[in-house]
C-alpha cells in the first residue's frame, strides 16, 4: 500500500487539493502498478507563520 506525503503551505482551494490527490494518485498507480483503492495520499498544510526562509517567517 504505498503512501505518500504532500507538505505544501497553506493556501490552496479545495478543488486544487482534490486535483492534486487524484494527479498524485494517478502517478503512482501508473509508475509502480499499484492498486488505485490501495494508494493512500496525506496532503499537510504548514501554516506560514510555522515556516521560515533566510531567518524570516513568510508572514513577516
Same mark, same amino acid.
Given at each position: 500500500?504505498?503512501?505518500?506525503? /504532500?507538505?505544501?503551505?497553506? #493556501?490552496?482551494?479545495? %478543488?486544487?487539493?482534490?486535483?492534486?490527490? $487524484?494527479?498524485?494518485?494517478?502517478? /503512482?498507480?501508473e509508475?509502480? #502498478?499499484?492498486?488505485? %483503492?490501495k494508494?493512500?495520499?496525506f496532503? $499537510?498544510?504548514?501554516?506560514?507563520?510555522?515556516?521560515?526562509v533566510? #531567518?524570516?517567517?513568510?508572514?513577516?
Amino acid at each position: 500500500m504505498p503512501y505518500v506525503t /504532500v507538505e505544501m503551505l497553506e #493556501g490552496r482551494t479545495d %478543488e486544487q487539493k482534490k486535483a492534486l490527490i $487524484e494527479k498524485v494518485t494517478d502517478a /503512482v498507480v501508473e509508475t509502480t #502498478g499499484a492498486s488505485r %483503492e490501495k494508494v493512500v495520499v496525506f496532503v $499537510e498544510e504548514i501554516n506560514k507563520q510555522h515556516y521560515g526562509v533566510g #531567518g524570516k517567517r513568510l508572514i513577516d
